[in-house]
């Protein structure tokens, strides 16, 4: 069975990238990752930092508002494959290049629109951000722990799961629909549609009466002591996640707690409590490496908290080259609209 060591998919694929914040950037290094050529549509005079989500993308600064650089815009959506704008309903259209300024010209065109609440609805035109999305969603409501307000999972499952990651996959999906009609089209992405896709086991778990209880008190969400993180000795956390039977027994012999005493008693709720308050008093009694040396022999599903850096290092990670240094990314090109000189950077 061939393993393929590199992602080289969507070669010959030409996106256009009109910057925003997080969503629309991570699609375009979503789709630039799996080998399609990406050039990213700056303003003019933007600069900054460098940015992880320009990882393999070529750009160039246009002034969407001065005709020179509106059609400019227009050339590149002639020749492109997929547009991904992230603008709200109709900024596009005043601009004089959305879908009915560009598709005539290229019928062949995905043409990605990928916004908060979507081009049409209530809330179409209103501005939002991540923790928005998951409120509408009804996600965020059941992001809390026992008791307490819902707490956003920083920006990651609207902007990135929800919208970015969504639009990528949809992006290759129309892709291969227009392979085989020769017809592009218009997507319509929400992130707050996005989050709800993505939590779609969560609401038939609730619709199953399998999530009957209140946030911080169910089997995933912290209310399972065999599920949730456990403070160490030196202030840091172990991730305990031992649903199944063995993996339960694993643990418990790994904590030295009496296997005969709680393995059967693992889902009895009445007893969960108890059970949390005895774990939770020995993990306080070693530092996490400790603990990650005892569970290093069990498999158990009991992992350390790490931090960026140190997940960085991990031998796993670094074997499998889960992360991209800055110093690794290619170089942008920029020609800014109205000036004659070329810059180039290595963001």
Known sequence: ?????????LAGVKVLEVAGLAPVPFAGMLLSDYGADVIRVDQPGGGGPPDLLARGKRSIAIDLKHPDGRNIFLDLAAKADVLIEPYRPGVMERLLVGPQHVMPKNPKLVYVRLTGFGQSGPLAPRAGHDINYLAVSGVLSGLASKGNPPSPPINLLADFAGGGLMAAYAVASALLSVSR????????????????????????????????????????????????????????????????GPFFEAMLRGLQMDVDKWKPLQMDLAR?????????????????????????????????????????????????????SAAKQTGNFEKNIGQDSLQCTDS
Request: net charge negative.
């Open 1 to 9: 069975m061939k393993r393929f060591t590199s992602l080289p998919f």
């Open 272 to 324: 969960w409590p108890e059970l949390e308050a005895e774990i939770a008093s020995i993990f306080l009694q070693k530092p996490m490496a400790a603990w990650s040396q005892v569970f290093d022999q069990e498999d158990a599903c009991v992992t350390p908290v790490l931090d960026h850096e140190e997940a960085m290092s991990h031998p796993h990670n670094t074997f499998r080259e889960t992360f991209v």
């Open 181 to 244: 009609t020769g017809e592009g089209g218009v997507l319509d992405l929400s992130m707050t549609e996005g989050a709800a896709y993505v939590s779609t086991f969560l609401t038939n778990m609730r619709e199953a009466g399998l999530w009957p209880f209140e946030p911080g008190m169910n089997l995933l969400d912290g209310g399972a002591p065999f599920y949730k993180c456990y403070k160490t000795k030196d202030g840091r956390f172990m991730a305990v996640g031992c649903i199944e």
